[in-house]
């Protein structure tokens, strides 16, 4: 059983930045995909970006790219979400996943029924 907490989200205005950070704890760390998604009000949750078991693949929403930048550190079993120049569109609850994706990266580190294990998430808003 893998928990999650996540941290760092908060208030930030239009182009500044934040660092959020995800804390694993409870199973081998080195056998999970990281991923974060986030759920705006009144919207589903989406992906935001992952990185694979080994650190050596990252993929990221295209709304994303070039701003955002994900993470992870394997010997304090932390995964982190650079987020920079942020806009009002990214105001959302973010949520750490853990899941094992060996294969098809690419393609099934997007869908939420691929990672087993959630965090109860962070608030990030983003003020215009």
């Known amino acids: 059983q893998v928990q999650l907490v996540e941290s760092g989200g908060g208030l930030v205005q239009a182009g500044g930045s934040l660092r959020l950070s995800c804390a694993a704890s409870g199973g081998a760390f080195s056998d999970y995909a990281m991923g974060w998604f986030r759920q705006a009000p009144g919207k589903e949750r989406e992906f935001v970006a992952a990185?694979?078991?080994?650190?050596?693949?990252?993929y990221y929403t295209d709304s994303v790219k070039g701003r955002f930048t994900i993470s992870r550190d394997y010997a304090k079993n932390m995964v982190y979400l650079q987020m920079n120049t942020l806009k009002p569109e990214d105001t959302a609850v973010y949520y750490c996943?853990?899941?094992?994706?060996?294969?098809?990266?690419?393609?099934?580190?997007?869908?939420?029924?691929?990672?087993?294990?959630w965090g109860q998430g962070t608030q990030v808003t983003v003020s215009s």
């Open positions: 990185i694979s078991w080994s650190g050596g693949s990252t």
């Open positions: 996943a853990a899941g094992r994706i060996y294969s098809d990266f690419a393609g099934r580190c997007r869908e939420r029924t691929n990672y087993a294990y």
